[in-house]
């Protein structure tokens, strides 16, 4: 398909909303550069397995019977059951499993226990065997079991959660032991690996626990097989000599299972900034894992965007002056910032944990000391913003939650421009900040860890994108524009992320935490100051026709606190300092005014909007001559969400 008849595309099911992103940089790139794509996006799709097996035991079986049925043509495909079956299929394919992506709550099927009988009765040959099925079913229906697939409150967060890093019978307190045990014993601790990132913790026969470590020769073997052999072919088409190595190291880690091996790998990849293709392929994130250490599997490439990472590399050439003029404390500065490399890139494949929902901007490493020896790459995903802002044009979302007419004005007419400023601060400059002090444990905030550094990085960004640094190195249209950026952020974090929650329900993400935290506490922050000096509020929500409204009335004040607010979060990384980290995120982080979100439900409910966004991929296909000969590679854009799942089903099993 062409690229002047691309279509963002409007599927819609559920409470999620499919798109397009466009690759127009592939165009122009050479054969030999199109082939290593091909390669390296066979790898990133080889492992989608992998993160389903991750997310719950369960979900690859209950897939397979899913889409077993799906296929059946002796089942009748109309009624109301059925239509509950396909946003069913749809939901768990989006998620990559039977819990929401986002909430991580299981999903409650509206068909009825007896239809889905029914339909497996009718499957001549089913890949799922009726003892099988019997459990299955139990866990799709049964709203009590494995309700949660991470869970961040109780007294035993993996004995609450059904993800699969942990075997089923493995305590927080036996896990929690076990690692810090392996910590103690580092031969180097100021260089540590990251211990757990790649294994699923289980007993032994004796009681024992022992890791059962991914590589091709153990636990998911058969995929990490499949992504190597991908890899292999991809070592042929590398744009340069750096780019094999890479590639090399990768395998050897996936072959052996070394974190140490790791970490070279890691240190080599950092260091390649020359190419303009670049991947990652590997146990990434830990976000799916309550304790915050175990890795799921994510794999996504990316073509260098040249025009737009100019104003990336602006900000990685002025890394230095951030840092020395942060309002942190300068016990917790880095007295010299390494190897940061900023781009602004277009996806060319997503995978793994990034697909169908995806990041738009990710910072990697996330060994604190890979960061601060050798540095750390930083992307924003510019054909993905481009699309997710191209689906919210005249969709009435900002008219709805942004009344006054100037602020709209103000908010249209920057707010893209300055989001994507945000999330190059957020990634390149606000992840690479800081400095945890000597003998603090980098994983010293636990459950909590994922929440402040998310924090740490916002407010980095929101701090620097009002500086008059940013007008004077050309970053910014105007003066005043990054109050657009303050305005919807403070909008989002109060109210309009709410609606990605069930009512009676509190915020669990690390992400929604993070926003919730920086709004609630500069909300406290600006009506305890004007209560003592007597003044408007820096900030405040009001009453207007009905409806909360946002109303900022100070935004050099609201910066201010944004400042003190960065210093405190940079303090709790640095010192590893959990206990006044659980109070933060518990006071503004986790709880909801049900008044207020009861309004902001119905408000957006009225909207007709799907709250949660998502990819539908290209897909990529090698031309070839009456002789056999690869003469280019196709992308096409034509595939739809069903196809291309069911695709993927097969191709990548």
Known sequence: MKNNTFSYGDVRFADIQLLRYRVPAFDSLSLKQKLYIYHLSEAALAGRNILWDQNCRFNLSIRRLLEDILNNSSILHEGTDWEAFVTYIRQVWFANGIHHHYSTDKFTPAFSDAWLREAYSRIDSPVVKPEEFETLLNVIVNPSVLAKRVCQSGEDLLQASACNYYAPDVTQKEAEDYYNALKAKAPNPDQPVMYGMNSRLEHNADGTLTENTYYTQGLYGTELNRICSHLENALEYAENEKQKDIIHLLLKFYQTGSL?????????????????????????????????????????????????????????????????????????????????????????????????????????????????????????????????????????????????????????????????????????????????????????????????????????????IADQKMHQLGLTPTMDAWKSNYYTY??????????????????????????????????????????????????????????????????????????????????????GDTEAARKLVEKYGVEIDSELHEEVLSRYKALNLAPYKGFINPRYSLVKDSNGNITDVAISYDESYDEQMLRYGRDYS
């Open 260 to 464: 140490d091996i790791f970490d070279q790998y890691t240190i080599e990849w950092v260091a390649e900034t020359e190419g303009e293709i670049d991947f990652v392929n590997g146990f990434t994130e830990v976000y799916g894992d309550p304790l915050g250490l175990k890795a799921s599997w994510e794999g996504y490439v990316n073509i260098l965007d040249k025009e737009a990472t100019k104003r990336t590399e602006i900000l990685s050439q002025n890394a230095q002056w951030f840092e020395d003029n942060s309002p942190v404390d300068e016990r917790f500065k880095k007295k010299e910032c390494k190897g940061v490399t900023a781009r602004v890139v277009q996806a060319a494949i997503l995978g793994g944990d990034l697909y169908p929902s995806s990041a738009i901007g990710i910072n990697l490493p996330n060994s604190n000391w890979i960061r601060s020896v050798h540095g750390s790459k930083s992307v924003t995903i510019g054909n993905l913003t481009e699309a997710y802002d191209n689906a919210a044009k005249g969709n009435g979302f900002r008219q709805e939650f942004i009344p006054d007419e100037d602020v709209l004005k103000m908010v249209n007419d920057f707010a893209h421009q300055l989001d994507d400023l945000h999330t190059d601060l957020h990634e390149c400059l606000g992840h690479g900040s800081g400095v945890i002090l000597p003998g603090v444990d980098a994983d010293a905030l636990g459950v909590h860890g994922s929440t402040i550094e998310e924090a740490r990085a916002d407010l980095f960004a929101l701090y620097y």
């Open 490 to 575: 403070m909008l989002n974090g109060l109210m309009t992320q709410l609606v990605r929650i069930q009512p009676n329900c509190q915020i669990e993400e690390a992400h929604m935490r993070n926003r919730a935290i920086i709004a609630n506490w500069c909300l406290e922050q600006s009506s305890y100051w004007a209560k003592i000096f007597g003044m408007p509020p820096a900030m405040e929500l009001v009453k207007k026709d009905g409806k909360t409204q946002l109303v900022i009335n100070d935004y050099p004040t609201l910066r201010q606190y944004i400042g003190q607010l960065l210093a405190e979060v940079q303090r709790i990384k640095s010192e």
